[in-house]
């Protein structure tokens, strides 16, 4: 699905005022804000578009794709001023047994939901050398399909995250309920915010690093602004 570099750069301007505003209303400071875009419906003409506006956090929900995508891409990034802040998210669910390809292309995972899956993440960073970024995702909604760790274990796993030398847990990341009405967000977004305050206020995680929130889409991005977000996942809002 390749959309024009117009469009791109009109969305692109769009969400940055969306933000803006939410931001406004309950007195936060945009650059507060990040966005993640998500590129899985994107062709790679899209991807540099979106990278020339200074979208340079970019987020995929497959770790094949991802690693795809970042091989393609690097070539023409090698030759673009903003190359080095171009960063590679890894949003969506991971198995364990990815782990080892996904870190050849990313060092931040926002779907980390037990302690298995961070103990070989850990061990594999170890090997690498490297510090993996991480965020517990959380099931907020408290729907059965969905991936994260409940929320009365999630500040458990959170204290036990921090004990992984390798990994370092810079947030909380969920995802709401589908719905027509972003609203209906609001209340899954709040809870995570709760859990944030709670991990900070009891110190369960470094103060210096567990700085983030990772939740909102296209459909319900201002209100998770409104909440705390930190982190934006937009995809269809740029590239429709
Ligand atoms: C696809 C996806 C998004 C972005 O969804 P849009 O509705 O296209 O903005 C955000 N987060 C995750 C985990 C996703 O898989």
New binding site residues.
């Given amino acids: 699905m390749a959309a024009s570099p117009k469009t791109i750069e009109a969305n692109v301007d769009r969400v940055r005022e969306t933000i803006a505003s939410a931001c406004a209303r309950v007195g936060r400071s945009a650059a507060e804000v990040q966005i993640i875009g998500?590129t899985?419906?994107a062709d790679l003409e899209d991807i540099k578009t979106l990278v020339r506006c200074g979208v340079t956090q970019l987020?995929e929900?497959r770790v094949q794709q991802l690693t795809e995508r970042a091989e393609q891409l690097a070539p023409w990034l090698a030759q673009q001023p903003l190359a080095s802040e171009v960063r590679w998210h890894l949003?969506?669910h991971l198995q364990r047994n990815k782990v080892k390809p996904v870190l050849h292309a990313t060092r931040i995972i926002?779907?980390v939901d037990s302690l298995r899956l961070a103990e070989d993440i850990d061990e594999r960073a170890e090997q690498m050398d490297a510090t993996v970024e991480v965020m517990l995702q959380v099931n907020c909604s408290q729907e059965p399909q969905k991936f994260g760790v409940a929320v009365g274990a999630a500040c458990h796993l959170a204290e036990l995250l921090g004990t992984l030398k390798n990994l370092r847990l810079v947030g909380l990341m969920t995802?709401a309920p589908l719905s027509e009405n972003p609203e209906n967000a609001r209340p899954t977004f709040a809870r995570l915010r709760e859990l944030f305050d709670e991990i900070r206020g009891e110190r369960l995680a470094h103060p210096d690093h567990f700085r983030h929130l990772s939740m909102g889409?296209?459909?319900d991005y201002p209100v998770a602004v409104e909440e705390g977000a930190t982190m934006v996942?937009?995809?269809?809002?740029l590239f429709a």
């Fill in positions: 998500v899985k419906t987020g929900s949003i969506g926002h779907s995802m889409m296209s459909g996942r937009v995809g269809t809002a």
